[in-house]
Structure formats: C-alpha cells, structure tokens
C-alpha cells in the first residue's frame, strides 16, 4: 500500500475524474433479460458503485499504467465547470468537480512555520462567468489549499509570484458551499487537452475584476471592497518606524559616525532624509453594514493619503485630525467576522495581483 500511494500520489488521472469521465455513458447501456425498452438507462441517474482492481507489476516497487492508443466511444472525456455553475450547483454533500480560473490574491496562513509546501493556503479566484451581474452570486470565490494537497514546484512559484496567473483546478471538493484542495487534488498551469469544456463560458478575464461590496453576505477568508467614514482609531496598535529613502529597508541603526542619523547596513550609507512608514488600524463607519463595528488595517498608500493634510510633530498625529474622513473604496480581506456581543468585523486592506501582460 505504501507503493502505490508514492507512485501514484497526485500522478495519476485521479479517480473521481475517471468516474466522471465514465458515467452518464455515451451508448445505451444493455442490461441482460430485459426488453429493447429497457436498454437505454436514463443519464440523469446516479452512478453505480465502482471497484478498483490493482494488480502487481513485475517489477517490484511500480504501478503499471496501460494507457492504449484506442480510446473507447463509452469514455466521455472530463469537463471544466464554470464557476457559475459550481456555485449554482451549490450541493450540501461534498462531490468533486474542476474548473479553471484567475487567481487575484492568495494568503498562506502563518500560525506556524512548517516548510512551504506544508502549509494551509487560501487562493481567491474568479472567472469570466462570475464577473457579470449575476444576482446572488459572489463576484470571487476562496478556494482552501489544506496541507495534504500536492503542489508541484512550477505551481508553488506561480502562486507565490506577483503577479495573477490562470491556474487549472481538478478533482476539487465542494462541501457545504466551500471549494476545498485536499489530497487527490491537482493544481495545474495548463488545461489538458482531453478535457472538455462545458456548456458554461470558460474564456480569459480581459476587464479589471470587480469585486463585491462588504454586506450581510460576506464570509470570513473573502474579499470584498469597502469605504466609509472614520470614527475611531487603535492608538495601542498605531505606530511608526523610518526607512531608508533608497531601498526601503525598515532595520536602521544609529550611525556611529555621525550622531545623532542614521545608517543603512544594506546600502551602507548615512541615510541623511528616512521615509516614514506607518501602521494605522481604523474604525469606519460603513454604509453597508450600518450595525457592525468595521475595523480596518490600512496599507501605507491609504495611510499617507488619510495623514496628507494633518499637521503632526515629530511624525506624531492626533486623533482627531483623521475623525470624520471618508476612506475608500478599499481592497480587503475579511479575517474575522463576530456576532456575539456585538457584531464586529475585521479586515485588512491588500493588493491584488495584477494580470501578467504579453
């Protein structure tokens, strides 16, 4: 058993696009002692249970694959979901389905720090069929990576680039209204040729994607876009430290040389004019979640342009330079979300990755 699992593990089809690939059957099904009425099997039934038969190869320590160069007319090759149609489908138990789509921002979760590929990933997706007006439908989708999914190197260093790749989702599991990447499924950077694509648009995104805005139906590991007006701000959290003004490095040590500046250990220069940089936590109050307590942990462009005509000393603002002001609209990600006492939610303003240009 060992075998098999580190021959096949993340190599193989995948069994799940295999019964997908099998059943509803392309030619009538002929069941012996029935009539010519009852040889056609209906294609909206469920599949029957299937069985795995593995015999050894001669060489020991292998699993032998026979792959033919006759495909038989009852294979009906796998198909690509749009998004829509996985959402629509929205099944409480969990089955398998794939799909193909841009990936806008990704998260590694870092309560640990086990090797890169063992870690939990939240991956937002979207495609061209969730970018229309689709009512009830969200505009993104997360899609969890668990541990136990395999990623290859080559899919590992796209997601973790800037930039926002198109990534091919197989054998996906979706329970409970979640998209989840467990053991068995595969990321892939291009489509196979053998899938086909279903009745559903699976076409490139060319527009800027569209995100929804927070409200009632926002869901903890989502994004959604945000504004409103400040009404509070987290003095225990504020804080500034100076930068290099030429390489942007945030470790600055007194120069020992000249007293009083400061030094840069990887440029190697006295920096004579620091940039300052910013960590600023807000409370708005937001229009679409009138009753909620909306907490916000801004980016230094949003910081910068918040603090642009506050007087300060010494890089020190007052509370109520920024009280009143609009902020936004924003890109966030929903870390949490509490009912109890009161409703409060979290966010953290990002970045999306932005589409490589050819």
């Not at 090797?115 to 439908?137: C, F, H, K, S, Y």
């Not at 993104?140 to 930039?163: G, H, K, Q, R, W």
């Amino acid at each position: 058993m060992k075998i098999l699992q580190r021959t096949t593990r993340g190599r193989a089809m995948g069994l799940f696009s295999l019964i997908d690939s099998l059943w509803p059957p392309l030619i009538p099904l002929k069941i012996p002692g029935q009539s010519q009425d009852y040889e056609e099997m209906k294609a909206d039934q469920k599949p029957p249970s299937f069985c795995y038969i593995l015999t050894a190869c001669p060489e020991p320590g292998k699993v032998c694959i026979n792959v033919e160069n006759m495909i038989s007319n009852i294979y009906r090759p796998p198909s690509i979901n749009s998004l829509e149609d996985i959402l629509k489908a929205g099944e409480i138990g969990g089955h398998r389905c794939s799909f193909q789509a841009r990936v806008i921002y990704q998260r590694l979760q870092l309560k640990s720090n086990p090797p890169l590929d063992q870690r939990e990933m939240w991956l937002i997706v979207t495609d061209a069929t969730l970018q229309l007006e689709n009512a009830g439908l969200p505009k993104t989708v997360p899609v969890y990576v668990t541990p136990s999914c395999v990623i290859s190197p080559e899919v590992m260093e796209v997601l973790t680039d800037a930039a926002s790749h198109t990534i091919f989702f197989k054998d996906v599991l979706q329970e409970n209204g979640r998209l989840i990447c467990v053991e068995r499924s595969v990321l892939m950077l291009q489509k196979p040729s053998f899938y086909m694509a279903a009745s559903a648009d699976t076409s490139e995104l060319t527009n800027p994607v569209m995100l929804d805005e927070l409200d009632s139906t926002t869901q903890v590991n989502s994004i959604c876009r945000v504004q409103g007006i400040v009404i509070g701000v987290n003095e225990n959290t504020a804080f500034s430290w100076p930068v290099c003004n030429r390489c942007g490095n945030g470790k600055l040590e007194q120069d020992p040389e000249n007293r009083g500046s400061l030094h840069c250990g990887r440029c190697n220069i006295t920096v004579t004019s620091p940039l300052l940089k910013m960590h600023l936590e807000v409370a708005l109050a937001c229009p679409s979640r009138p009753q909620s307590n909306v907490k916000v942990k801004l980016l230094q462009r949003s910081i910068s342009s918040l603090l642009m005509f506050s007087s300060s000393e010494d890089g020190v603002y007052e509370v109520k330079s920024v009280l009143g002001k609009k902020v936004g609209p924003l890109n966030c990600f929903i870390q949490t979300i509490t009912n109890h006492p009161t409703s409060c939610i979290g966010l953290e303003e990002i970045e999306l990755l932005q589409a490589v240009r050819n």
